[in-house]
């Protein structure tokens, strides 16, 4: 079956950096995307890696590696804002989308 | 831009009544319009996905009977849940691609809170 595997809940101090990260098994495989989720809204997009290595965007950076199945979201200087859901998909050989269950942060002063 | 708009963004109905959730792309051509359905603290649960003027395709386990989606144009996707249930209270959002081929990024609406009493 596919499955997309990510801890429920981290913890950590703003300025600091968390690694979240992100394990799929997924029949055939088009990407790996990450999105930001704040409470009663609609995700947000933040990357979407497809190619083995790291992307960096900001203080944001994503890293895949395809043969371990395996993605991690990095966070930098962590900002109170930064407290959120962190959704990890994976695109599938039909395009579809399949969803981890979030990981949700939570940044302490 | 990449804008996509849902109304209403919350809704509270009687049980056994109708109501209908419009998504809309502001300011692209929405090949295709995604429905997700996401109970607390719970991950994204893809519902159909639906291609402008043919019909949509339901994931396995979602009646299609009791969440009618109609994707009338290139900008408008609409869901309609009949006969709502307490059960079907829940946070629905649409999302969007912007091309042909689905391997793109999905814009998503900012989602509606129904609530069913």
């Known amino acids: 079956g596919q499955n997309i595997d990510q801890p429920t809940e981290m913890t950590a101090t703003e300025g600091a950096i968390v690694q979240i990260n992100c394990t799929y098994q997924t029949s055939g495989f088009n990407g790996l995307f990450w999105y930001q989720q704040h409470a009663g809204e609609a995700p947000t997009f933040l990357s979407y890696n497809v190619l083995d290595g790291l992307e960096e965007k900001g203080r944001f950076s994503s890293f895949l590696s395809r043969s371990k199945g395996y993605s991690y979201l990095l966070?930098?200087?962590l900002q109170m804002k930064d407290s959120a859901s962190y959704l990890c998909a994976?695109?599938?050989s039909n395009y579809q989308l399949i969803w981890g269950a979030g990981t949700k942060l939570i940044i302490k002063p | 831009g990449a804008v996509?708009?849902?109304?209403?963004?919350?809704?509270?109905?009687?049980?056994g009544t109708s109501v209908k959730i419009e998504c809309r792309s502001l300011d692209f051509q929405a090949t295709t319009m995604f429905w997700y359905r996401q109970f607390p603290k719970q991950s994204l649960m893809l519902m159909a996905t639906s291609?402008?003027?043919?019909?949509?395709?339901?994931?396995q386990g979602v009646e299609k009977d009791?969440?009618?989606?109609?994707?009338?144009?290139?900008?408008?996707?609409?869901?309609?849940?009949?006969?709502?249930?307490?059960e079907d209270s829940s946070?629905?959002?649409?999302?969007?691609?912007?091309?042909?081929?689905?391997?793109?990024?999905q814009y998503f609406g900012p989602g509606t809170r129904l609530t069913v009493t």
Do not use: W
């Open chain 2, 4 to 15: 996509v708009s849902q109304h209403p963004s919350r809704v509270i109905c009687k049980s």
């Open chain 2, 51 to 59: 291609n402008e003027g043919s019909k949509a395709t339901y994931e």
């Open chain 1, 75 to 77: 966070l930098k200087e």
């Open chain 1, 90 to 92: 994976a695109m599938d």
């Open chain 2, 91 to 105: 946070f629905y959002i649409c999302s969007a691609t912007k091309g042909e081929d689905q391997a793109y990024e």
């Open chain 2, 66 to 86: 009791k969440f009618l989606i109609n994707h009338a144009s290139l900008t408008l996707s609409t869901l309609t849940v009949t006969s709502a249930h307490p």
